[in-house]
């Protein structure tokens, strides 16, 4: 079975610093995207930076993280990275990876997902 389960989930300071882990399990990395979304309340899921699992360089990070976030991936432990930087309230969110598969778009089309991180920034 496909598995996904992100860790690493926090609450910081605004400013501040974490960063997510996302460890795979059940699929082969080839041909798969994964993207981080988060979800605030009352706020739609959005996408916040997607990784293309095949080609490590081709990734892509959302305007409202450009230059505070990256995304990375480890192959050899299956497991994809999000180093969130200087941290601001609006950051708070449920963070949720997720798996697209090689038939998919990307990133923006995922099958799997975990379960969630929650990520609370204080003012």
């Known amino acids: 079975d496909v598995q996904l389960v992100e860790s690493g989930g926090d609450l910081v300071q605004s400013g501040g610093s974490l960063r997510l882990s996302c460890a795979t399990s059940?699929?082969?990395?080839?041909?798969?995207?994964i993207g981080w979304f988060r979800q605030a309340p009352g706020k739609e899921r959005e996408v916040v930076a997607c990784i293309s699992l095949s080609r490590p360089d081709n990734t892509y990070v959302a305007d409202s993280a450009k230059g505070r976030f990256a995304v990375s991936s480890d192959n050899a432990k299956n497991t994809i990275y999000l180093q969130m930087n200087k941290l601001t309230p609006e950051d708070t969110a449920v963070y949720y990876c997720a798996a697209d598969p090689p038939s998919g778009s990307g990133c923006l089309t995922p099958v799997y997902w975990g379960q969630g991180t929650q990520v609370t920034v204080s003012s």
């Open positions: 059940g699929f082969n990395f080839d041909g798969y995207g």
